[in-house]
């Protein structure tokens, strides 16, 4: 019996040492939603990846085998209104990622999914989106310098993936270069 008991041990803090908090975010304006990135179950040199919130762990991209990544870049950002944003390998021929904050009217995650052959450049948080942008310098898709994903909080035709000459304007928004801030996480 005492060995089953050791073993069972063992088994549980062996299972709960696999995963790891690659990222904790407060997201909103008020920093109200708790958020956090998890990896655990390394296969090869990735990872499956996870989002925990209200009490929920789920995959990234809903099933285990589309949250497999590597080259995992992940930071909480904003100063008026906090952002987790993130970006890596996953499945698809292409970076995906994920922006997440605070909805403002609905006061819950409102979620952006991008993907693209580079990682995103500028994040811009406003009082009604959030938008991605991705410098695509006229190449794949489009002959436009950049690619802008947008969230609308209204809910109406709230996702949007635009090829745009120009950068959007920065009124009402706080506009983050991602490029300053993103840190990446590798495999052990």
């Keep these: 019996m005492k060995i089953l008991i050791a073993t069972c041990s063992f088994c549980m803090a062996s299972a709960s040492l696999a995963a790891e908090v690659v990222q904790v975010c407060k997201l909103g304006a008020k920093a109200s939603s708790r958020v956090e990135l998890i990896r655990?179950?390394?296969?090869?040199?990735?990872h499956i990846y996870y989002l925990q919130y209200a009490g929920q762990r789920t995959p990234?991209?809903?099933?285990?085998?589309?949250?497999?990544?590597?080259d995992v870049a992940a930071q909480c950002?904003?100063?008026?209104?906090?952002?987790?944003?993130?970006?890596g390998e996953f499945t698809a021929n292409a970076l995906q990622g994920v922006a997440l904050t605070n909805n403002p009217r609905t006061h819950k995650i409102a979620r952006l999914d991008f993907a693209e052959k580079g990682r995103p450049r500028w994040l811009y948080l406003g009082p009604q989106h959030l938008m991605v942008v991705v410098p695509s310098s006229g190449y794949g898709e489009s002959d436009a310098?950049?690619?802008?994903?947008?969230?609308?909080?209204?809910?109406?035709g709230h996702d949007r993936v635009m090829h745009v000459p120009d950068l959007p304007p920065t009124t009402g928004s706080e506009v983050i270069d991602l490029t300053t801030v993103i840190r990446r996480h590798q495999p052990d």
């Design 60 to 70: 990234l991209f809903g099933t285990r085998a589309l949250s497999r990544g590597a």
């Design 145 to 156: 310098r950049y690619t802008l994903y947008r969230h609308r909080f209204s809910g109406k």
């Design 40 to 46: 655990d179950d390394s296969v090869a040199s990735t």
């Design 77 to 87: 950002v904003g100063t008026r209104q906090r952002a987790l944003i993130l970006s």
